[in-house]
């Protein structure tokens, strides 16, 4: 990966999957026309993702499959993403506000087989995102986001679509 810039100039959109032993990327960092990039089991290397996109203001769309407790970090995730799907994330128990809060261009959040997250973010979601899918095994969640009793209803009443398992509840 450390000649990527020189042998893929124009590389738009990016796969790392099963890779527990990549700990960072080149140290030039990511393309800066990176729009797509999608990170699975690899655990090690979403610690250096920060550094790896610096002030990338291109990327849109980041699916991320984690072994972690909580995500994103503050200040981890570019500001201009408009997608963010957390799939495969068996130990994710929050996400943290303050890593998403920011997000001002952040249109879709899409939660799949994330089996540990208990609620979203006591504070909500960003006001920016108008879809949020809740699919796979989320059962937790699923049953805090139903309309209109459930426990975290209030903090996405004002999402325009959302998505229950695969029935469109708003």
């Known amino acids: 990966l450390e000649r990527m810039h020189a042998l893929l100039p124009y590389l738009d959109v990016i796969q790392i999957d099963d890779c527990p032993k990549f700990e960072s990327f080149p140290n030039r960092g990511l393309p800066s026309n990176l729009k797509k990039m999608y990170i699975d089991k690899c655990s090690k290397l979403i610690m250096s993702l920060k550094e790896a996109l610096g002030g990338n203001l291109s990327l849109e769309t980041l699916g991320i499959g984690l072994d972690m407790e909580s995500f994103p970090d503050e200040g981890l ?3 201009s993403l408009t997608s963010l799907c957390i799939y495969n994330s068996l130990n994710l128990k929050r996400l943290d ?3 998403i809060c920011n ?3 952040l249109k879709e959040l899409i ?3 994330c089996p540990s997250l208990q609620c979203l973010p006591e504070e909500g979601l960003p006001k920016s995102i108008s879809t949020l899918k809740i699919l796979g095994n989320c059962p937790l969640l699923k049953e ?3 309309k209109p009793e459930g426990e975290d ?3 996405i009443a004002h999402i325009r679509f959302i998505y229950v398992g695969s ?3 708003l």
Do not use: A, I, N
Request: a positive charge; aromatic letters at 14%.
């Open 77 to 79: 995730l570019p500001l």
């Open 97 to 99: 506000y303050k890593g």
């Open 103 to 105: 997000l001002s261009s």
């Open 111 to 113: 939660l799949f087989d």
């Open 144 to 146: 805090r986001c139903q």
């Open 153 to 155: 209803w209030g903090k």
């Open 167 to 169: 029935h469109l509840v």
